[in-house]
């Protein structure tokens, strides 16, 4: 039981509706009994990237039992890497069980938010995303950005210019337009990371159109062993107590061994990786393109793609891989950088996501400073701990800078941040504080940390979209393994935190911690035990 709320129910405001805001909504009635909070979605319904991203081969590249919440398991998924329309469908059904509707705010897109010190709140001016010139004012005394980095399509005018010149159909990825048919047209694919590697194989199959795609930088593709579940392993799976469990810690133990890969001490093991995934791709692609699919950066600098078929989609007579750099847009096609104009029909834009600080920072202000400026300030976005900013009292980041991994779940990230996020709510509630901030050095010693250790990273050996275009600092990927993300995020540090109101909390901690994290090792031996059946 919560003690006597000293702020007669604490308001929150979450901006987004997906799946790390799902989390949190559920973890805020379960441990704090909170029911003054609202979500603000900017589409008209919950789901995030799972809603958005409907292009043909959307599929997850986390093992479905991962990608999920440890507090929801699912002993149903289809496959091992499961579809974007099943993924959906089960965070449909969460929010649906935790009746999370009536807390939702749909076609509501934030505009801008201040902090008002005196009286310790939010102001915040959402406006509707149907007549942007209406617009909502909404006041909390916490604030969550929910919205996610991957959220807004990367539209690079140097790299798209004289996009909007083209006659022909054009759309992102993200954005997929259901309404054009490809069948008999020349189609141009952009990119070829983790959207397209999904894409092609897919919509390759259909002879009648011409697919060219331009690259232009390749990736690193491991094999993907995907499955089905049989029927057997879900019985097994909603039966037999622990035994799913067991089976997805397995995946998080095994998993994160992996993080020896990316660090400077795993050099060896990486280039004996890196022969063995370049020999698959000369076994499997046309010998042609052997020489531009074959990347010259380490393993691991980008997102390794679990290869879904594409290499094998490059051997169809309907398919053509260009690397040639993409010099404008005309009106007709595609003029590359050697004077070479190509005609098509379509063109898809498979460029990935807006990382910059303008991009996922929010328009918030406190003190007289914004946060895009102070990141700015700082060479890129950071966070402490990549939830807590200085400067911007009871304001937290949900998958905030530096909490991407490249070699675990994010959504585990998201767990393991609203654990914290738990930790600094609870004071609001039980102590009488009106608010808490990071420190400026407690945020800059965090991040310091962090990029001197990424230093020594394959994350540094290259340009990817871990790391900011302009100062090369790396704001996107984490250092470290699963288990000590999760130790730093499962106790509160106040003295780290600039303090207002309430009985001083300088000298505690607040602890929580997951009644299944004391038997991790045993559940990781009845996985191994599982995996004979």
């Given at each position: 039981m919560i003690a006597e709320c000293y702020l007669d129910s604490p308001r929150v405001i979450i901006v987004g509706a997906g799946m790390s805001s799902i989390a949190l909504a559920i973890r805020l009635k379960q441990d704090l009994h909170l029911e003054t909070f609202t979500i603000y979605e900017r589409a008209k319904e919950e789901g995030g990237t799972w809603r958005d991203n409907t292009y043909p081969g959307c599929t997850c590249d986390i093992p479905s039992h991962?990608?999920?919440?440890?507090?929801?398991?699912?002993?149903?998924?289809?496959?091992?890497?499961?579809?974007?329309?099943?993924?959906?469908?089960y965070w449909k059904r969460i929010f649906a069980k935790n009746d999370l509707a009536k807390y939702a705010k749909f076609n509501r897109t934030f505009k801008t938010a201040e902090w008002d010190?005196?009286?310790?709140?939010?102001?915040?001016?959402?406006?509707?995303?149907?007549?942007?010139?209406?617009?909502?004012?909404d006041q909390a005394e916490f604030l969550v950005s929910a919205a996610g980095g991957l959220s807004n399509p990367s539209f690079q005018k140097q790299?798209?210019?004289?996009?909007?010149?083209?006659?022909?159909?054009?759309?992102?990825?993200?954005?997929?337009?259901?309404?054009?048919?490809?069948?008999?047209?020349?189609?141009?694919?952009?990119?070829?990371?983790?959207?397209?590697?999904?894409?092609?194989?897919?919509?390759?199959?259909?002879?009648?159109?011409?697919?060219?795609?331009?690259?232009?930088?390749?990736?690193?593709?491991?094999?993907?062993?995907?499955?089905?579940?049989?029927?057997?392993?879900?019985?097994?799976?909603?039966?037999?107590?622990?035994?799913?469990?067991?089976?997805?810690?397995?995946?998080?133990?095994?998993?994160?061994?992996?993080?020896?890969?990316?660090?400077?001490?795993?050099?060896?093991?990486?280039?004996?990786?890196?022969?063995?995934?370049?020999?698959?791709?000369?076994?499997?692609?046309?010998?042609?393109?052997?020489?531009?699919?074959?990347?010259?950066?380490?393993?691991?600098?980008?997102?390794?793609?679990?290869?879904?078929?594409?290499y094998d989609s490059l051997n169809k007579t309907n398919v053509h891989l260009v690397a040639d750099k993409i010099d404008?847009?005309?009106?007709?096609?595609?003029?590359?950088?050697?004077?070479?104009?190509?005609?098509?029909?379509?063109?898809?834009?498979?460029?990935?996501?807006?990382?910059?600080?303008?991009?996922?920072?929010?328009?918030i202000k406190s003190n007289g400073k914004t946060l895009v400026d102070v990141w700015n300030s700082k060479g890129g976005p950071q966070a402490y701990l990549g939830t807590s900013n200085a400067f911007f009292p009871n304001f937290v980041s949900l998958l905030g800078p530096n909490v991407a991994s490249g070699h675990y779940s994010v959504l585990s990230s998201s767990e393991m941040q609203i654990t914290m996020i738990i930790n600094l709510l609870r004071p609001l509630l039980e102590n009488g504080v009106q608010s808490l901030v990071i420190k400026e050095e407690e945020e800059d010693r965090y991040s310091d940390e962090i990029q001197s250790r990424l230093n020594n990273t394959v994350f540094s050996q290259c340009s990817s979209w871990y790391r900011n275009g302009s100062t090369g600092k790396i704001h996107a990927a984490k250092p470290g393994f699963y288990f000590e993300y999760w130790w730093r995020t499962r106790s509160t540090d106040f003295s780290k935190y600039i303090q207002k109101g309430g009985k001083s909390l300088a000298d505690s901690q607040h602890t929580w911690l997951p009644q299944s994290s004391l038997i991790v090792a045993g559940l990781c031996v009845a996985a191994g035990l599982y995996r004979s059946l």
């Open positions: 991962w990608y999920s919440l440890s507090t929801d398991l699912n002993p149903d998924w289809t496959q091992k890497y499961a579809s974007q329309g099943e993924i959906k469908a010190e005196a009286a310790a709140v939010w102001n915040v001016v959402f406006y509707n995303t149907l007549n942007p010139s209406e617009t909502f004012e790299s798209l210019k004289g996009l909007e010149d083209f006659q022909g159909n054009a759309f992102h990825s993200a954005q997929w337009d259901h309404s054009v048919s490809l069948s008999d047209k020349r189609v141009a694919l952009i990119g070829n990371g983790c959207s397209a590697a999904q894409i092609l194989p897919v919509i390759s199959k259909d002879q009648s159109m011409q697919i060219t795609n331009f690259m232009r930088t390749p990736s690193w593709m491991s094999p993907r062993d995907q499955f089905s579940y049989s029927d057997r392993r879900k019985w097994i799976f909603r039966n037999i107590p622990l035994v799913m469990r067991a089976y997805r810690n397995w995946m998080i133990f095994f998993g994160d061994l992996r993080w020896l890969g990316w660090t400077k001490h795993g050099a060896a093991v990486r280039k004996t990786v890196e022969k063995t995934l370049i020999a698959r791709m000369k076994h499997i692609a046309p010998a042609k393109y052997h020489e531009i699919l074959t990347p010259n950066y380490p393993l691991g600098c980008k997102r390794v793609i679990l290869d879904p078929g594409y404008t847009f005309t009106k007709k096609g595609i003029l590359t950088v050697d004077g070479t104009e190509r005609e098509f029909d379509i063109i898809i834009l498979a460029t990935g996501f807006d990382l910059s600080s303008e991009s996922t920072g929010l328009d």
